[in-house]
């Protein structure tokens, strides 16, 4: 594929391209993805998750000028849960990104949410694995910590780094079941706001009843992302995280778990079609719901029925 070569070269139009490919699962893709793969595993991903106006499309957009500054070449991408991926979350966030998009060899894109295959994580995965492909050094990826999704994307990355911000009340932020866990380096962004050191605080204290700190003390940064603040203290922190996963052979079992998880998830899909296909074909599944609409059947000994006659097959 003539697309999937150019895009590994690097060309932009050819990476945009290929990714609204995949992104809308049009013909094709998953062979283009099968090309992809080989050149994949060189990138290092970074997370950012926080609540909404946490200033992470702030942040990310700081460290990525930074990195750029570094001679790294970058990729971005931020998913809005919230916007369809043509317009709207494209340009919000590019629009917000303003300083770092005319920079060479940094790529942004913005994801929805896909309500094909594996929904978010999948998409986004594939994005990652596209932009790794193209040769960038760092790919940063902005989400919303809200969800089981955003969760999701987490494990998608090598380094997680959860945003708070002073004044938005103790439980609602960072301290949420599942968020805690998930991040490697904790940011506590508008420090110029009132607040900022009780959030500290209140964060490692938490960290002190995580059985996680045994193997890596998760740090905590202040930022003021709008001035440039914190943020060389938050690249080296990233760089520690990294070597740290690096130099106990974790990065390895990191992604091999997400491998793992990946091809368990594409598996349940397949076989979930491959059986809904077949099942539609044996039983008109109006008849079916009209039955139990009629009380003459249940949708427990239905599914056991449908089940049955794929085994007969
Ligand atoms: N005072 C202050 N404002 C900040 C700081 N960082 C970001 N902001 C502002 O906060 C607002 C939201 O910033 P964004 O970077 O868009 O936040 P976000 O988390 O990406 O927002 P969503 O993508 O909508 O969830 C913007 O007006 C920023 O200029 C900071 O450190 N201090
Ligand atoms: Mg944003």
Redesign the pocket.
């Given at each position: 594929m003539e697309l999937v070569k150019e895009a590994l070269n690097g060309s932009e139009r050819a990476i945009a391209q290929l990714i609204t490919m995949v992104e809308n699962e049009l013909p094709g893709w998953m062979e283009a993805m099968k090309q992809v793969y080989p050149h994949t595993g060189n990138a290092y991903l970074i997370g950012f998750t926080?609540?909404?106006?946490?200033?992470?499309?702030?942040?990310?957009?700081r460290v990525a000028l930074a990195l750029h500054n570094q001679n790294y070449s970058i990729g971005i991408i931020?998913i809005?849960p919230s916007s369809p991926f043509t317009g709207g979350a494209l340009l919000g966030?590019r629009v917000?990104m303003r300083e770092v998009t005319d920079k060479e060899g940094v790529f942004i894109r913005s994801l929805g949410t896909r309500g094909g295959l594996g929904g978010i994580s999948q998409a986004t995965s594939d994005v990652i694995k596209i932009l790794d492909a193209s040769g960038k050094d760092c790919i940063l990826i902005?989400t919303?910590g809200i969800g089981q999704d955003e969760v999701e994307v987490v494990q998608i990355v090598d380094t997680s780094i959860v945003?708070s911000v002073p004044g938005l009340g103790d439980d609602i932020q960072t301290l949420k079941a599942g968020i805690m866990e998930i991040g490697d380096i904790f940011v506590v962004?508008?420090?110029?706001?009132e607040g900022a050191d009780h959030v500290v605080t209140m964060i490692s204290a938490m960290l002190d009843l995580n059985p996680l700190t045994t193997v890596w003390r998760q740090p905590i940064v202040k930022?003021?992302?709008?001035?440039n603040?914190g943020i060389d203290e938050l690249i080296e922190q990233i760089m520690l995280h990294r070597k740290h996963l690096t130099e106990n052979d974790l990065l390895n079992a990191k992604r091999k778990e997400r491998i793992g998880r990946e091809i368990t998830k594409l598996l349940e899909q397949k076989i979930s079609q491959y059986v809904h296909d077949r099942i539609k074909g044996m039983h008109p599944f109006e008849d079916l719901i009209e039955q139990i609409n009629n009380r003459e059947n249940d949708p427990y000994s239905s599914v056991d029925i449908l089940l049955n006659l794929l085994e007969e097959k």
């Open positions: 926080g609540p909404t106006g946490s200033g992470k499309s702030t942040l990310v957009d931020a809005d966030d917000r902005e919303i945003v962004n508008k420090s110029d706001r930022t003021i992302a709008t001035e603040q």
